[in-house]
């Protein structure tokens, strides 16, 4: 079975710009979790959808905003790109709602570069 | 609140034995263990839950004592494919609370 997939693995763009990044859980996991990590640091939340709802959102400004679709793939948008966003995107997805006992599965990632 | 993870880095020689620990000032309903390659994505190693169980992955164990609110990883024999960031993540609260991930300990083991 595939594991989760992000697209695109690379992306550069400006200051100011606005971006979409691209998941796809595995096969039979309806929840999805995105996170944000910088170099050194470990994953931070960003977002958690489950059922197309979201059900968590991390300490992001509302420049992040995040959607999933009824096939549970699921897309991260960032409007007006800062330097400070360039980071590597990682999505989770996991079978249930989340929780205590559900491992994340996570995906290669889309490593982001503002200039 | 970010667990706690120490050390920050450990170098082994293959064969020996490591241990990494992950504490947190709040209560924990549970703690997962990942490793992250360089340029991978984080795998799952285990999850620990209320309860003090000690679980086992080949020769990597962990164990989980919510009255310290602190988890160890264990790893005996260490091999070379063990190098890599291992990451504590919490959850302060049970139900749908997100992860919350530590800075992450480096191992590098070396022949």
């Known amino acids: 079975d595939a594991g989760v997939t992000q697209s695109p693995t690379h992306l550069i763009k400006t200051r100011g710009q606005q971006v979409t990044l691209r998941c796809s859980p595995i096969s039979g996991h309806k929840s999805v979790s995105w996170y944000q990590q910088v170099l050194g640091q470990g994953p931070q939340f960003i977002f958690q959808?489950?059922?197309?709802?979201?059900?968590g959102r991390g300490n992001f400004p509302d420049r992040f905003s995040a959607r999933q679709f009824p096939n549970y793939s699921s897309e991260l948008n960032v409007n007006a790109l800062l330097l400070g966003d360039s980071a590597l995107y990682l999505c989770a997805s996991s079978f249930g709602s989340g929780g205590s006992n559900q491992p994340q599965h996570f995906g290669d990632g889309t490593r982001l570069s503002i200039l | 609140q970010q667990p706690v993870q120490s050390p920050q880095a450990v170098i082994l020689r293959e064969g020996e034995d490591a241990v990494i620990n992950c504490s947190s000032s709040?209560?924990?309903?549970?703690v997962h263990w990942y490793r992250q390659k360089h340029g991978e994505a984080p795998v799952f190693l285990m999850i620990?839950?209320?309860?003090?169980e000690q679980k086992g992955h080949d020769k990597i164990s962990a164990s989980f004592n919510e009255k310290k609110q602190q988890s160890s990883l264990y790893l005996t024999a260490s091999q070379l494919s063990y190098s890599g960031t291992y990451f504590c993540?919490?959850?302060?609260?049970?139900?749908?609370?997100?992860?919350?991930f530590g800075k992450g300990t480096r191992l590098s083991v070396i022949a």
């Open positions: 709040k209560a924990l309903y549970s």
């Open positions: 620990l839950l209320k309860g003090g």
């Open positions: 959808y489950y059922e197309k709802e979201e059900r």
């Open positions: 993540g919490t959850l302060p609260g049970g139900g749908n609370t997100p992860l919350v």
